[in-house]
């Protein structure tokens, strides 16, 4: 079955730097678009980043563009995202999910338990 | 940027009864709308995707219509396991990807 277990996450002061693990399994990973997704806490989704299944294509909100790197190792059937330049406003549990690809673009059929990020002094 | 704007905020339905959410775009996405459920602590799950057609497993009581800028989810008899948020997102023009503010579905 499909599984994906997001790690990584923890409590970061303002301006430090943290990568989130998003480890897939069930499925070939290497032949899939993915994304990465936040909730801040009490709040709705926010899309943050999605990469081609090979790493070729990579597009970003505007909110994290310039600080947030997606990535992916297919070898390792893991997807990443860096995150540099924290700000209390990153805080959030921070999602990966699948792309199920439609014509037009995604949705997401499957999603990770999400890791929990903490920006704060 | 496309805007979704889901209405009520809030929607309180008794079990066994219809529930009837609703999405707006703020300019034509065609039939590229998904709706999620998601409960507290849990990650969002995939409900419905082009805008009428329900994912893997989920049950028959829900259903999904509208195109253009205009959408709906409706669970016809409500069961005590549908009391959640439910988001839609546009996957029509992109980035970004969007999703509404969610509407919070509570036992009346």
């Known amino acids: 079955q499909v599984q994906l277990v997001e790690s990584g996450g923890g409590v970061v002061q303002p301006g430090r730097s943290l990568r989130l693990s998003c480890a897939a399994s069930g499925f070939t990973f290497s032949t899939y678009t993915m994304h990465w997704v936040r909730q801040a806490p009490g709040k709705g989704l926010e899309w943050l980043a999605v990469?081609?299944?090979?790493?070729?294509?990579?597009y970003y909100a505007d909110s994290v563009k310039g600080r947030f790197t997606i990535s992916r190792d297919n070898s390792k059937n893991t997807l990443y995202l860096q995150l540099n330049s924290l700000r209390a406003e990153d805080t959030a549990i921070y999602y990966c999910?699948?792309?199920?690809?439609?014509?037009?673009?995604?949705?997401?059929?499957?999603w990770g338990q999400g890791t929990l990020v903490t920006v704060s002094s | 940027e496309i805007v979704m704007t889901q209405s009520p905020a809030t929607l309180s339905v008794s079990p066994g009864e219809r529930a009837t959410l609703s999405c707006r775009a703020s300019q034509s996405i065609s039939s590229n709308l998904a709706w999620y459920q998601q409960k507290p602590g849990q990650a969002p799950r995939l409900l419905i995707y082009?805008?009428?057609t329900r994912a893997t497993g989920i049950p028959a009581r829900f259903s999904g219509s509208g195109s253009g800028t205009e959408f709906t989810l409706t669970i016809s008899s409500l069961q005590s396991e549908d009391f959640a948020v439910y988001y839609c997102q546009q996957y029509n023009d992109w980035p970004p990807y969007t999703f509404g503010q969610g509407t919070k579905l509570e036992i009346k």
């Open positions: 082009g805008a009428s």
């Open positions: 990469i081609s299944y090979d790493g070729s294509n990579a």
């Open positions: 999910a699948r792309a199920a690809a439609a014509a037009a673009g995604d949705y997401f059929d499957y």
